[in-house]
């Protein structure tokens, strides 16, 4: 393993983060390298500890560690305390010196009335980066509406182009915008840094799930801004409805096909992998708007072909052969086990020593200067409060014990009695 340091090692990161947007920054962060404290707030700490599925074990049913909390927040410090308490807000205003960058994605406005806003952290760090991660973003008409990704997602113009043209836009099933948000945040917060080493100067980002979501549309919006009302986007469901062929086309029961033949010479490769070469010539088919006028017909053509091979991995291979751009349409159980995601460690297997084996993502970029991370660590709740008391503010043992029997401290109660005998 190289011994090389990350890219982020050396920096601290305060992650007042919750559920999965701000979480999968402060989850990239660490992955780089730096070290980040993980404020959860007492008693329940964050609230994505409750979901997904809990170690199997019935002795460790309790404990505060879950799958969906895992994959989320690996990589940090877990460091539990009550912000109602003022006691504990003074502990935090004391560590934020020492820290490079703070990360929050409370409803606009939680932050600066529990007293850590940009303008009270810069007072205490001029050098610090705080970044900011909300529906809406923290100015415009939208800023105090209460929200979640789908919401972003109905504000960008996203949601209505995802369905069936003739029925209800669709509910898209993974937080698409949750956690592109996040990982926009995590390369803007790279860029502050990088500023930061050339002029010194720290700085406020405001991030929304609203701006990652309409920065995702491809070519719609320059199109609706110079043609207005005459252009419409519509819903292509399981077709494009740009045609191409593009779309997902049935094999057999419920296994799908997706190919996408945007350019002419594809969709020449495309009626030689059928050994139809003629229809490249068809009146119908010659021309793309051709082939997007008669889609349906043509989707015909091509699911009855489909229809001919005994499995959809000797279809995919016929397409494959003319290099044809195409992919059968996988469950997650499927990807979770395809072997082109596990030779890339794309699916991370990891030994929790709670949850045991189990996958989880790994980020989404490889990098030359250090290995694949596979040795990463979830806290259970208030896990490392004594390590963050002791690094960051030389605290005690008497004085840590105190703040336990003050209940501004909070721990899992299935780690066991804690080291200082609260």
Known sequence: MSSMPRMLEGYRVLDFTQFVAGPTCTRLLGEMGAEVVKLELAPEGDRVRAGGLKPLQPEHRNTTISTYYLQHDHSKLSFAIDMKK????????????????????????????????????????????????SMAGQTGPLSNKAGYDYIGQAYAGITDGIGEPDRAPAVTTMAIGDVSAGVASAMAIGFALLH?????????????????????????????????????????????????????????????????????????????????????????????????????ELQRIIEDWLATFSTRDEAIAALDKERVPCAPVLTVNEAVQHPHLNERKTVRWINDPLLGKVAIPAVPVKFSAWPDRLEVRAARLGEDNERVLRDYLSMTDGEIRQLYLDGILVRDPTIGPNPVGA
């Not at 995702?216 to 986007?233: F, I, N, S």
């Not at 003629?278 to 349906?296: H, I, Q, S, V, Y």
């Open 86 to 133: 003022d006691r504990a807000r003074e502990l935090v205003r004391a560590m934020i010196p020492k820290f490079d960058v703070l990360v929050e994605n409370f409803a606009p406005g939680v932050i600066k009335r529990m007293g850590f806003g940009y303008e009270d952290v810069k007072a205490l760090n001029p050098r610090i980066i705080m970044c900011s991660i």
């Open 196 to 296: 930061r080493e050339r002029t010194g100067e720290g700085q406020y980002l405001d991030a929304s799930l609203i701006d990652t979501y309409f920065h995702m549309h491809e070519d719609t919006v320059p199109r609706v801004a110079l043609r207005g009302d005459k252009y419409q986007p519509t819903r292509g469901g399981s077709q494009h409805p740009s045609g191409g062929p593009t779309g997902i086309y049935h094999f057999r029961g419920r296994q799908y096909i997706y190919l996408c033949v945007p350019t002419g010479h594809q969709w020449i490769q495309l009626t030689r992998a059928m050994g139809k070469p003629e229809l490249a010539n068809d009146p119908r088919f010659k021309t793309a708007r051709g082939r997007r006028d008669n889609n349906a």
